[in-house]
Structure formats: C-alpha cells, structure tokens
C-alpha cells in the first residue's frame, strides 16, 4: 500500500514511524514544506512544549459553581501515558539515544491568588482522590510554595494570600528535538522517504480513486500517487481539505491564532533552582492557549524560561505563509462560519486584537504581576510562538483536535490545536486505526501494538489503578523520570 503524509512535524512523523512498525511493508513518503522536520509548530519554541498531563492546566477542570468537571483532565492525562509508552520504546529499541535529549522532568504546578484559593482548593481535592493525580500537593504556604517555584515568589509580599498545587513527576518536552530523532529513525531504519523543501500545490482524486498531489520544489513540478493519504499539515490542513472536496470540507473552517513569549536564557544553577512550568489562570474572555504560565524550557542542552502566551490575531494558517494564501483556502460557504464565530465570541475576538496590539512595556507589566521583579532579573526578549489554527465546525468555535477520515478511508487529516503534540502517539493510534485497520489484522502485528503500548485503551488506564502505576513507573524510569521523595 503506498501512503502520502503530508508534513513532517509531530503528528506526520509520528504517524509514519508508528505505521511502519506495525506495517514494515507499507510504502510511505512524507512530503513536507520546510526543510527539516519538526520545524513549524513542533519546533522547541513554536509552542508551550511541556508535556500536558492537565496537571496544572485549569481549564482542562472547568468549575461551574461547586462542581469540578475532571473528565477532559482523565482523558488528557490518559492519552500522555499513553504517549510515554511509544517514547520509552522509542529509548528501548535505541532509536532514540537519550531521552534528555527531548524529554526532561520538570514540577507541574498551578498557582492563583485569593480570588481563586477556593477554585483551586475544589480542584486539588477531586484531582487527588484520583490515582492519576495521587501524588499532586496542595499549599497555601508562603515558604512552601517558594520552595517549589521561587521565582513566582521571591518578591511577592508576604501579605499576598496565595495556593498552589504541585506535581513532582512533570515534564518539559522539546518536540522538535524528538520529532527530528524519529524521522532520522523512520528514514534510516523503517525506510520511510521524506521530500523536503516541497509545497502541495492541489490535492485531488484520479478516476481510479487514488489521491493524486502535485506539489513543486527546487527540482520542479512533480506528481505522487497515494492509495491512502494522510494530511498532518498544522494550519495548513484546511486549505487540503477544501481542495479533496470532500463532502464533509465544507463543514470545517479555520480560525487562526498566533502568540508571542518572552524568552530568556537562565544558567544550569538556575535552571536548578527553578525547575518547573507553573500555570496560572486565565483572563475572561482568553482563549484556552492563552493561560499565561512561566516554564523551564531545555533545548540543546541550554536552558531558558519562557513566560506567555501573548495570543494575537494573525490570518495566516502558518508561519512563514501570508494573508493571501488565507484568502485563498477560504470559500463562500465559510463566510457564515466566520461571522457566526465573531458575533458569539465577540469577547474572544476583542481579546485577540486588544493582545495583538500589546507592546514590550505592557508585556513585562503581566510577567512582573505573575512573578514579581522578573522582568528586571533576567534578559528577556520578545519571541514569536507557532501559529494556531483552531476549528470551526458548522459554524461553532472548537477547542480541541479532531480525526476526520473519509468514508472510503483512503483520506485522513488532524484539524484544531490544543492539547495537540503532548498526546500525538495516542491520536496518531486512533488515527491508524481508523484510516488503515488492515494495520491490525494479523496476529504479528497486534504483538507488535502490545510490544509498543502495554495499555492503550484509556478506559481502563482511567479505572485500573493498579494497571496504571504499574506501566507509569516503568516508561518514567526508562525516560528518567522519577518521583522525588519528601524528606
């Protein structure tokens, strides 16, 4: 069977290096724009990059009133384990040397000020009777809290009620780092084919049914012929599928969000002191990615901190793409879509174009409410971050991820953003699944599914405690990822 991915980022060389293991004789080719892999979104600081647990994340616990919805955090923190299983099998079959090189332990913490206490004091109490988050800690300490992330506390008054919760066995995750070791792995081992440096022109059926997609590079024009196409493209996702014509593309539309950080390099004993990414809570009206947290962030063996979101609105679908290739994957039948979302999430809207317009000064202002006297204590600098392309499905705003495959299964794509890379082996599973079950059909390849994930059914690692520790112990000691004792 031949298959075309199109992308070469998290999602696309995770689905290949995934399908190859189970398949070896599948022939596939990945077609991507950049000239590396990993180098749009999933690049180290194109995106918040630690991996999401929903340890510290609020609004994957929405409150209304007294009650806490956990749902979305069981099933986030399920498909992590399930993330970590391919990663450490990765480590175990050596094609990936260390696993510092992509994956470091980081505390996953969530702080709020007084406002909130009784918020997060509900969350800790309902996350914690869980053996998911049986190891979270919760104070509202002003000593112990500076102990676990004393920059947010070192020049905050002592006056300031605050609470915060903590998790020991967190982690930073560079995505481009490990997205460039599995595809060197996928071309070199698994005899996957990458193209870089080329761009899908138009994408669409041959009257046999194959996919055909005409693309152009350095070397010209050139035409591949797919039996099963696969397109983990980021934004560039929704202009493909308008140009399948499938029936289905007409219900999807994209809405684009970019963001900016502040960066700064911090040395190794720093990095030491501080070693965690520490979430807050959201304004009103901010969009989900948009929480503003501090974060270590490891790279190249080099240490940073990274503070944000600053969202903007940006009507791209890529970076390194413009306004008129936007404008160009729009149709008539997305204008309705469009309006609906500015008119139903017109605080959203407001929002984006108010922190679009958001200079250095008014930046360094929220870091400084976050984590008073930072903004002076290290060299920070304004970055770019990765462009978001979130779902607008039959004219309503969607926060999440969404598998699309065709009915005939010869065509699947991933559409919207968040959680996104941290849960991308355990999408990329349901995506095979669900795009080429033959996959699945032999005994051999089943033992090779199990050899890769002990458990991927997230039912069972939501209800089987004993399960769960079990396999969460071994991969944290394979990717060096161990829980620190209370002295």
Known sequence: MNVIIIGAGI???????????????????????????????????????????????????????????????????????????FWAYLVQKGAIKDPTSFINQTKHCTIVSEPSIDELRLRYREMSA??????????????????????????????????????ETGTDVNFGTLTEQMARYAVDDLGVNIKYGTHVQRVHRSPSGSWLVE??????????????????????????????HLPFARRFTGFPVGGRFLHAPITAEEAAKY??????????????M???HLDLRVSDGQYYLLFG???????????????????????????????????????LVKYLITETFKGEKSMFEELDSFAPGMSKKFDWKPVEAGQRVQIIRDGDLQMGTEILVSSD???????????????????????LEQLIPSVFAS????????????????????????????????????????????T
């Open 130 to 167: 869980h053996h998911f988050f049986e190891q979270m800690r919760y104070s509202e300490d002003f000593d112990e809290i500076k102990s676990w992330i004393p920059f947010t506390m070192e020049e905050r008054p002592r006056s300031e009620k605050m609470a915060a919760t903590m998790i």
């Open 11 to 85: 999602m696309g060389t995770t689905f290949a290096t995934l399908a190859k293991e189970l398949a070896p004789d599948l022939d596939i080719t990945i077609l991507e724009r950049l000239e590396g892999p990993g180098a749009g979104n999933s690049w180290v600081f194109n995106n918040a990059g630690t991996g999401h647990e929903a340890n510290c994340e609020l609004n994957y616990t929405p409150v209304d009133e007294e009650v806490i919805s956990v749902e979305k955090a069981l099933k986030i923190h399920a498909q992590f384990n399930v993330a970590k299983q």
């Open 290 to 292: 948009s929480v503003p």
């Open 275 to 288: 070693r965690a990414k520490t979430y807050g809570k959201a304004k009103v009206g901010a969009p989900p």
């Open 443 to 486: 005994n051999e390849a089943l033992q090779r599914k199990k050899d890769i994930f002990p458990e991927d059914n997230l039912d069972t690692l939501i209800k089987n405690p004993q399960c769960y520790r079990e396999i969460r112990d071994a991969v944290n000691a394979r990717l060096g990822i161990n829980r620190v004792e209370e």
């Open 409 to 431: 299964k010869t065509y699947g794509t991933l559409l919207g953003a968040s959680p996104g890379a941290s849960v991308s082996p355990e999408v990329m599973l349901r995506c």
């Open 215 to 244: 693309t152009r590079s350095r070397e010209g024009a050139a035409r591949y012929k797919a039996d099963v196409l696969f397109v983990g493209a980021g934004g560039g996702a929704f202009p493909i599928l308008k140009k399948s």
């Open 309 to 347: 979101p600053f969202a903007s609105f940006k009507p791209v679908l890529e970076r390194g793409r413009g306004f008129l290739d936007y404008l160009r994957a729009m149709r008539l039948h997305d204008i309705p879509g469009l309006l609906n979302v500015a008119i139903e999430h017109f605080p």
